[in-house]
């Protein structure tokens, strides 16, 4: 496998780069990736020679040279058994370079983790996940994942040796976390001195995880995921006024999601969704401006780095496959505009203007146009903006 370019989730994650291992042996039963037709593949000689072999510059090598950090990796865990060795050997070339380190884990041995963090810890996050404090039912949910307690004890062990650690309940869910656990996962944030928590929803789509597992955990967890926005956004709160600062996965509500990630990464970072509904929440509130363009957005949360890269070429066949993600019901529309776009900042404006992609904010939960003439915003009011407005007020 080779690093990539995460172009195509712009709206999820402020690091550019990422490295997905082969499944992990976690066994989750809400990850969709064990249940996914995604293509592994073994070895990581590919990645290797993106440090190392010199030759026409792509945009991933331009930004490894540039010292971005790498994710490894929202899909699979990088410190499970069959990961841990790639791992290691893609460490040791991030280290000579100076690249930083943002993990996604549930941990592992805790002192082969540290050590082989040792030397990234001050561009290292790690972003442990935490599902449950209950043993019984991790056991259940991720078999083969460490319990809860060792999950703790590495974030723990983390923090004193320095790293930054964001403990991420995703996906959230009562019926995991109760109320009495959250009391308590409060508590174990402020014993270690974690700021920062991220929270997801639980989705559950019959389309990913197949209709008998689907309507198994219809019937457990209940089939409104729309429900289950409005719990989590009370754990947002709860979080919030107990200052820990939450981060909401893909959720239009404000968080610090810039500052989190700036305190190890400087400025080598990439607007998210949460950036970028923030800014026009923002401009809409504060400044009363009804109409908003691209470059008022990017040029409002981004570094004059990041609007560097904005402007560098992308190969033909990576916009093909965004406009293929963004455009899947239209094939002809996405073939004919990788022909005329050639940088990053192409491809976001199309994506931005073009009603039909997928992933267009002009399409956003709680954004909606009051008169699509002079292109005035609002907010939706639906029941989760009703509740995030709420949540503003107090």
């Known amino acids: 496998m080779a690093i990539q370019f995460w172009g195509s989730h712009w709206f999820r994650t402020p690091v550019m780069l990422?490295?997905?291992?082969?499944?992990?042996?976690?066994?989750?039963?809400?990850?969709?990736?064990?249940?996914?037709?995604?293509?592994?593949?073994?070895?990581?000689?590919?990645?290797?020679?993106?440090f190392t072999k010199s030759g026409a510059t792509t945009l991933v090598r331009e930004l490894i040279n540039r010292k971005y950090p790498i994710a490894m990796s929202t899909g699979t865990d990088p410190f499970c058994k069959p990961n841990i060795k790639t791992t290691e050997t893609i460490l040791q070339y991030m280290k000579l370079n100076g690249n930083g380190l943002l993990a996604y884990t549930k941990g592992g041995d805790i002192n082969t983790i540290l050590g082989m963090c040792e030397g990234l810890e001050p561009k290292t996050i790690l972003n442990i996940g935490i599902t449950t404090l209950d043993d019984s039912i991790s056991s259940r949910?991720?078999?083969?994942?460490?319990?809860?307690?060792?999950?703790?004890?590495?974030?723990?062990?983390?923090?004193?040796?320095?790293?930054?650690?964001?403990?991420?309940?995703?996906?959230?869910t009562t019926h995991w976390m109760p109320d009495k656990s959250i009391e308590e996962f409060i508590g174990i944030c402020k014993d270690l001195d974690i700021n920062d928590v991220a929270l997801s929803t639980l989705f559950l789509y019959a389309k990913i995880w197949g209709s008998d597992k689907y309507e198994f955990n219809k019937k457990e967890y209940g089939a409104n995921n729309h429900a289950r926005d409005i719990e989590l956004m009370e754990v947002h709160r709860k979080l919030r006024i107990d200052g820990i600062n939450s981060l909401l996965i893909n959720f239009p509500v404000s968080t610090k999601v810039k500052s989190i990630y700036s305190d190890v990464f400087g400025d080598k970072l990439f607007p998210t969704?949460?950036?970028?509904?923030?800014?026009?929440?923002?401009?809409?509130?504060?400044?009363?401006?009804?109409?908003?363009?691209?470059?008022?957005?990017?040029?409002?949360?981004?570094?004059?780095?990041?609007?560097?890269?904005?402007?560098?070429?992308?190969?033909?066949?990576?916009?093909?496959?965004?406009?293929?993600?963004?455009?899947p019901a239209k094939p002809e529309q996405a073939e004919a505009a990788s022909i005329r776009l050639a940088t990053i900042k192409d491809v976001m404006l199309y994506i931005w203007n073009n009603a039909k992609a997928t992933q267009s904010l002009q399409n956003a939960v709680c954004l909606d146009r009051i008169n699509k003439n002079d292109g005035t915003f609002n907010l939706k009011m639906n029941e989760r903006a009703r509740y995030w407005m709420a949540i503003k007020k107090n």
């Open 18 to 50: 990422e490295y997905t291992h082969n499944k992990c042996t976690n066994g989750c039963i809400y990850c969709y990736m064990n249940n996914s037709s995604f293509k592994f593949k073994d070895g990581c000689q590919s990645a290797v020679n993106q």
């Open 141 to 172: 949910i991720e078999p083969n994942a460490p319990l809860p307690k060792e999950r703790i004890e590495l974030a723990r062990r983390a923090r004193e040796n320095g790293i930054k650690v964001i403990l991420q309940i995703n996906p959230y």
């Open 273 to 327: 969704i949460n950036c970028q509904f923030n800014y026009m929440e923002k401009m809409y509130n504060e400044h009363n401006i009804s109409e908003f363009s691209f470059d008022d957005i990017y040029n409002g949360i981004t570094t004059p780095e990041t609007r560097k890269v904005f402007d560098l070429p992308v190969k033909k066949s990576w916009v093909w496959g965004i406009l293929r993600e963004v455009l």
